[in-house]
T-cell receptor, first 113, second 111 residues
């Protein structure tokens, strides 16, 4: 039982390049989330998926797109990376609705030059 | 926007001492959760307290919730070096199921 896995662990991009961050969970959770974490700040929600087939914007969605490929997988795409997107990205999934305890992946460190 | 704010931002204690950190929030909540993040790792859920609960214990952790003051505290008793981490509170509002995280308290436990 791997929990939440993310790939890659670390990535360096040049401004304007694109990339997709992958996330998968094996806990049969309905809801999945993408956050970014910047120094001195908590986690900010980028996008979330309440259930398979649905996605919604969070607090900071600009510059990102997501795909809920199936119940297990939720990917985050940067179409044209900018230095402001340098951050650590975390994927999470959650238990049934009434608790919303979230389980996090190990994170992807992204550096945009 | 961030709903919860932790205080202090950083805390340094001696091994064996207790560590207390606080979280304040703005809107009514369904529950409040505390998470730990070790350096370079993802967040790990520690404890959840519902809005109708006042205190909860889990091992060396004690969480209190005062909904009238919109605040919570996390107490770690008899701290160990392994408790060195950042601690985040997260609130689930009444009218939403998404969590809102604070900026965290960084705790350093000195040997």
């Amino acid at each position: 039982n791997a929990g939440v896995t993310q790939t890659p662990k670390f990535q360096v991009l040049k401004t304007g390049q694109s990339m997709t961050l992958q996330c998968a969970q094996d806990m049969n959770h309905n809801s999945m989330y993408w956050y970014r974490q910047d120094p001195g700040m908590g986690l900010r929600l980028i996008y979330y998926s309440a259930s398979e087939g649905t996605t919604d914007k969070g607090e900071v969605p600009n510059g990102y797109n997501v795909s809920r490929l199936n119940k297990r997988e939720f990917s985050l795409r940067l179409e044209s990376a900018a230095p402001s997107q340098t951050s650590v990205y975390f994927c999470a999934s959650s238990e049934p609705l009434d608790r919303q305890t979230q389980y996090f992946g190990p994170g992807t460190r992204l550096l945009v030059l | 926007s961030q709903q919860g704010e932790e205080d202090p931002q950083a805390l340094s204690i001696q091994e064996g001492e207790n560590a207390t950190m606080n979280c304040s929030y703005k809107t009514s909540i369904n529950n409040l959760q505390w998470y730990r993040q070790n350096s370079g790792r993802g967040l790990v859920h520690l404890i959840l307290i519902r809005s109708n609960e006042r205190e909860k214990h889990s091992g060396r952790l004690r969480v209190t919730l005062d909904t009238s003051k919109k605040s919570s505290s996390l107490l770690i008793t008899a701290s160990r070096a392994a408790d060195t981490a950042s601690y985040f509170c997260a609130t689930r509002p009444d009218n939403d199921y998404k969590l809102s995280f604070g900026a965290g308290t960084t705790v350093t436990v000195r040997a």
